[in-house]
C-alpha cells in the first residue's frame, strides 16, 4: 500500500463505514430510550426519574441528525474519490469503497 490514494482510500471507507454503523446504533438507542421511559410512566415512577430519562432521549435524538449530517459528507467524498480514481478499480481497497458506500446508502435520506 506504497500508494498514497490507496491509504486515502481506505481510510474514507473506514469513516464511511463507522458513522453508518454509529447512525444505526443511535437510532436503536433512540427506541431503546422511548421504551424505558414508557415502562417508567407504566410503572408510575418517580417525576424526577422521568425528566431524566427524557432528557437522555432528547440528547440521542439530536445525535442521529448530526451522525446523518456528517455521514451523507463522508459518502459524498468517498464517491467523488472513486470517481477520480477508477485507475485503481482492481485494488481490494476501490472495492471495499464500493461495498462500504452501498452498505451506507441504506443510512442516507
Known sequence: ??????RQLTIKTGVVKRLSKEKTVYEKEVDTQRNRIDKLKAAGSDDHVLRK???????CMMMVPDCQRRLAKA?????EMIKS???LKETSQYIAAEA??????VNLP
Not at 462500504?100 to 446508502?105: G, N, P, S, T
Open 85 to 87: 480514481e477508477e485507475e
Open 100 to 105: 462500504a458506500l452501498e452498505d451506507a446508502k
Open 1 to 6: 500500500m506504497s500508494d498514497p490514494r490507496l
Open 75 to 79: 459518502f459524498e467524498e468517498l464517491t
Open 53 to 59: 430519562q427524557e432528557e437522555v432521549l432528547q440528547e
